[in-house]
């Protein structure tokens, strides 16, 4: 993590990563900060329950500090997207 400055955390593809990063933008907030927190999420990880719930507490405190950016290459690690769970279209969710 200390490799590239400004990644302050890596994770897999189970959703975790958008948990620390509503944490952070939640402390952020909180010591009246008035930076951003960036996180990249995969399209096959966002089929994670844990995504969802997350996202949901980030609207609800209007984390406006929180930019969320999904890797859409309709593909996951065991193989295309349609042909697991189809999450299309992201956009209306």
Excluded: C, Y
């Excluded at 189970?14 to 620390?20: D, F």
């Excluded at 500090?65 to 349609?82: A, H, K, R």
């Amino acid at each position: 993590m200390r490799k590239t400055p400004g990644i302050d955390f890596t994770s897999g593809s189970l959703g975790n990563g958008i948990g620390a990063t509503v944490g952070m933008a939640i402390s952020l907030k909180i010591n009246e900060r008035k930076s951003r927190v960036f996180t990249i999420l995969g399209d096959g990880e966002i089929q994670e329950g844990i995504v969802w719930e997350t996202a949901s507490i980030a609207s609800h405190l209007k984390l406006d500090n929180l930019i969320v950016i999904i890797d859409n290459n309709n593909f996951q690690s065991s193989g295309p997207i349609e042909k697991i769970n189809n999450i299309k279209p992201i956009k209306n969710k």
